[in-house]
């Protein structure tokens, strides 16, 4: 086997036994993966139930196959627009679990309404009480940027929390229906979703209330770029928070 060098590992900053693909060659990614055994506690947060799985579907699936524990944390429970009297969230929770059933995770909820995100003191305080209780290994979080309120309050909370917790634990941001609600998003890694499709597919259509023959097209449509810039059918991207740590390999 061919060693790690330190330019290389300055290259992929991340060793946590996942396909994950940046821009060195596929082999050092094989080499992480075979060296990395240890059972982690991933973390997804995403604004409303349904985001994860559209942006981390796939990587959700492989690291549940690998005997991660996964939780997906929503930071509401997809209520409703506030326009409307309609409360939705009976409906919108139990898809979120039947996706999670799907993808071998466990959901979990922040607590706050769709649509009126709210990020203070007593909200950080609160969200990184949560996030703390966990003690995840890796956290993947929402781009701050994207046009959704939610997504920026899920990404900021998320941050915070990194914060004050020492900056102990890898972190990742995702894209969600990019150039419609993710903006200005340059991957830095790459993981290969091509074996796990039918699943995400599956987890995503599990939000049948969302709309997902429009969502998931488009999704899909970045999965395959994301896929053609990587070299695979399909994957998923993401940006590594370059002052998170890469987990110590054994």
């Known amino acids: 086997m061919k060693p790690i060098t330190r330019r290389d590992m300055l290259g992929t900053t991340l060793a946590v036994g996942l396909p994950l693909l940046s821009t060195a060659a596929a082999g050092l990614a094989e080499q992480v993966q075979?060296?990395?055994?240890?059972?982690?506690?991933?973390?997804?947060?995403?604004?409303?139930?349904?985001?994860?799985?559209?942006?981390?579907?796939?990587?959700?699936?492989?690291?549940?196959?690998?005997g991660?524990?996964?939780?997906?944390?929503?930071?509401?429970?997809?209520?409703?627009?506030?326009?409307?009297?309609?409360?939705?969230?009976?409906?919108?929770?139990?898809?979120?679990?039947?996706?999670?059933?799907?993808?071998?995770?466990?959901?979990?909820?922040?607590?706050?309404?769709?649509?009126?995100?709210?990020?203070?003191?007593?909200?950080?305080?609160?969200?990184?009480?949560?996030?703390?209780?966990?003690?995840?290994?890796?956290?993947?979080?929402?781009?701050?940027?994207?046009?959704?309120?939610?997504?920026?309050?899920?990404?900021?909370?998320?941050?915070?929390?990194f914060l004050r917790m020492g900056r102990k634990f890898s972190l990742y941001y995702y894209e969600v229906s990019s150039g419609e609600d993710t903006v200005q998003f340059a991957?830095?890694?790459y993981v290969d979703i091509s074996n796990v499709i039918a699943r995400k597919r599956s987890a995503c259509y599990a939000h049948a209330s969302q709309a997902p023959d429009k969502f998931y097209t488009l999704q899909e449509m970045v999965a395959r770029m994301r896929g053609i810039e990587s070299g695979h059918k399909q994957a998923e991207s993401y940006i590594h928070h370059i002052q998170s740590p890469s987990l110590a390999l054994p």
């Open 34 to 66: 075979s060296m990395t055994k240890a059972k982690l506690k991933v973390i997804v947060t995403g604004g409303h139930p349904g985001d994860p799985e559209y942006g981390c579907g796939g990587t959700i699936a492989l690291l549940s196959d690998q």
């Open 68 to 161: 991660h524990d996964v939780v997906i944390l929503y930071l509401n429970k997809g209520e409703g627009d506030g326009k409307s009297s309609v409360d939705s969230s009976s409906t919108r929770v139990a898809e979120a679990a039947k996706a999670c059933e799907i993808l071998k995770a466990r959901p979990a909820f922040a607590g706050q309404i769709d649509a009126r995100a709210i990020v203070d003191q007593p909200h950080y305080e609160q969200f990184h009480r949560l996030i703390e209780a966990e003690q995840p290994d890796v956290v993947f979080t929402q781009w701050p940027i994207d046009n959704h309120p939610d997504h920026r309050a899920i990404s900021n909370l998320t941050y915070e929390a």
């Open 187 to 189: 991957p830095t890694h």
